[in-house]
């Protein structure tokens, strides 16, 4: 008798080691049905039963997910670019509409709290549109260009990869915010040096010289450019670990995508400044 009772002991204590295993595991998810179904904070506990059923029939975020995702923007970029390649002669009207609208659409699904698919999609034909055309004008002006961009470009991505595997660069609050606000003074100064171009006034000088203080804020924006992939690399990570919804995976390759971008256009404005 004595043996069964601590066997049962032993069992009830395994049960709700297991419960609250399954729940916190389900408080990391917040598409889970026992967080989202609106019962409220009185609602009864779920059973460990109930939470490995809500737990197993869910779909989780994988990094084969946003591997997928990722090819599937990144066609959609690079199908798009070859039209604004052939749609951009010596002006650069289609790059401009499009890179506006890409820009315009960039701000809807950052303020998002919720994944949009259609939208991002969007986007990355726009961004390729943008893309094309603005590799069209470089390609022009500098042959051979734009391989070389796309090959720092690549070579930039391996290394962060490398350098966030190793352990060697983690994502911080301090990085995240110097990333976003060297982006956001990015687009403010660009389209500042679009407004003045427009209204036949001049440019941002040193956005666009070939001067020593040029090519080094071009090196700086660059080195700060491909820590974006840092910053990406954790947020899949952390995404993939707390089980987040499969639908993340678009915010995911959405993020990749806008690191590519950033980093291969950075690339060929320095490129183009040593060239000049």
């Not at 109930?50 to 994988?62: F, K």
């Not at 995702?69 to 039209?83: D, E, P, Q, S």
């Not at 509409?97 to 726009?126: D, E, K, Q």
Request: net charge positive.
């Amino acid at each position: 008798m004595r043996c069964t009772g601590h066997s049962g002991a032993d069992g009830r204590r395994r049960l709700r080691t297991e419960r609250n295993t399954l729940t916190a595991m389900a408080i990391l998810r917040s598409s889970n049905p026992a967080f989202t179904r609106g019962a409220g904070f009185g609602a009864p506990t779920p059973g460990v039963d109930e939470l490995e059923r809500m737990y197993a029939g869910s779909d989780r975020l994988t990094v084969d997910d946003v591997v997928m995702h990722t090819l599937g923007l990144f066609a959609v970029l690079g199908i798009a670019a070859g039209f604004g390649w052939m749609l951009t002669g010596g002006g650069g009207s289609v790059a401009l509409a499009s890179g506006l609208g890409a820009l315009a659409l960039s701000f809807a699904i950052g303020f998002s709290r919720t994944v949009r698919p259609a939208l991002i999609i969007v986007f990355a034909a726009l961004e390729g549109l943008f893309v094309g055309g603005i590799s069209r004008i470089y390609e022009i002006a500098y042959a051979g260009i734009v391989a070389q961009a796309l090959l720092g470009t690549g070579i930039v991505f391996v290394t962060m990869l490398v350098a966030y595997r190793s352990g060697r660069l983690r994502a911080t609050p301090r990085m995240r915010k110097i990333v976003i606000g060297t982006l956001m003074g990015v687009v403010g100064v660009g389209l500042l040096d679009l407004l003045l171009r427009a209204t036949g006034v001049g440019h941002v000088p040193i956005l666009n010289d070939a001067s020593p203080l040029g090519i080094l804020l071009s090196v700086g924006i660059l080195v700060v450019a491909a820590l974006q992939f840092i910053l990406d690399f954790d947020f899949i990570e952390s995404a993939v670990r707390a089980g987040a919804p499969k639908q993340e995976a678009w915010r995911a390759s959405y993020g990749l995508l806008v690191g590519f971008v950033w980093v291969y256009l950075e690339l060929l404005r320095l490129l183009g400044k040593l060239r000049q």
